[in-house]
């Protein structure tokens, strides 16, 4: 019998996309779009997968570790446009902040973890526990955010929720043309405009893969290796973009610290944190617990009873 995966998610990254979208109101008139989407998808993306564990990782604060290497990292990130078909109902209990302390509360109605680490990106979390608690284990990934196609590998894929579909190593490098071993490497070259991290002008994921065909191979390139083939393609070809990348070495190699998920970015505090929420026994399976509590909020617009049925898996 095949294993169950585990259920990785990326709490705010799941949470977002349900806030700015979803319309559901409370009976009290308070918006509960994130909360109602967000365990809606908990519930609908389980029933596909059928996981053993789920795990849920909030961030908050930034990464204090990632605004050293680089002051400007994340600096003026445009809120997302709300995309709902009303604009002028005023924030309440539902805003953003309330609306993620109400879901954190309901989680622990179930046995879903949560796991919370201040001043670390969910991401360097998640990176973490792929790479190292979860390494030879089946893992399922729920994020929309292209920085984790660099995990992708035997026993890991993505599920997308803005696809709607798995992105598997092949499907990822089909894509992108770079393989996920070297999709780190390629993002430090190409940057990342959604953080803020600036790129090399005119160097795109498959002009790296022409330039460097090692980059679509298995192997994992490292940037000293990078340089020395980048070098090579110059002295028998001189182009424009083997310059550019020569030129920006100061700037790759500070992306590159930027943008690979591992221990590079989350102190030992912070890995202690995570190891502590691991070990933890799963939480109860509380549903009349939080039926009462919806009820007290007058959220009434959620299948509870199709999630628990979705958590059962968890029970097994």
């Known amino acids: 019998m095949e294993e169950r995966p585990i259920m990785i998610i990326d709490g705010l990254n799941l949470f977002m996309r349900h806030y700015i979208a979803h319309p559901a109101m409370s009976s009290n008139g308070d918006q509960v779009g994130g909360i109602v ?61 309330d609306q993620i302390k109400i879901l954190i509360q309901a989680i622990n109605y179930t046995p879903v973890r949560q796991i919370y680490v201040q001043n670390c990106e969910a991401d360097d979390a ?22 984790y196609y660099q995990l992708l590998d035997s026993s890991t894929i993505i599920w997308s929720p803005t696809m709607k579909d798995f992105v598997t190593k092949k499907s990822m490098q089909k894509k992108y043309a770079v393989s996920a071993e070297n ?58 973009s083997t310059q550019r990348i020569l030129k920006s070495e100061t700037l790759i190699r500070r992306n590159w610290r930027l943008v690979r998920l591992d221990t590079n970015n989350i102190n030992l505090e912070q890995i202690k944190k995570i190891d ?35 958590l059962k898996t968890l029970q097994r």
């Open 126 to 147: 998640i990176g973490y526990m792929c790479k190292y608690k979860f390494k030879d284990q089946r893992k399922i990934i729920l994020s929309s955010d292209h920085d």
């Open 37 to 97: 989407g967000f365990l809606n998808a908990i519930a609908r993306v389980g029933q596909k997968i059928g996981p053993n564990e789920i795990y849920v990782v909030w961030e908050s604060g930034g990464s204090n570790k990632k605004r050293g290497i680089y002051k400007d990292y994340k600096k003026n990130k445009k809120p997302q446009k709300m995309n709902r078909y009303y604009d002028d109902i005023p924030d309440s209990i539902s805003n953003k902040k």
């Open 276 to 310: 502590e929420a691991y070990c933890k026994s799963k939480g109860k399976s509380d549903k009349i617990g939080l039926i009462r509590f919806f009820n007290k909020l007058g959220i009434s617009n959620l299948n509870i009873d199709n999630l628990f049925l979705t």
């Open 183 to 240: 999709f780190c490497l390629a993002k430090s070259i190409s940057g990342d405009k959604s953080d803020n991290i600036p790129g090399v002008k005119g160097v795109s994921y498959k002009t790296l893969a022409k330039i460097v065909p090692d980059t679509t191979s298995t192997n994992e390139l490292g940037l000293n290796e990078l340089f020395e083939q980048v070098k090579k393609q110059d002295a028998l070809n001189s182009k424009l």
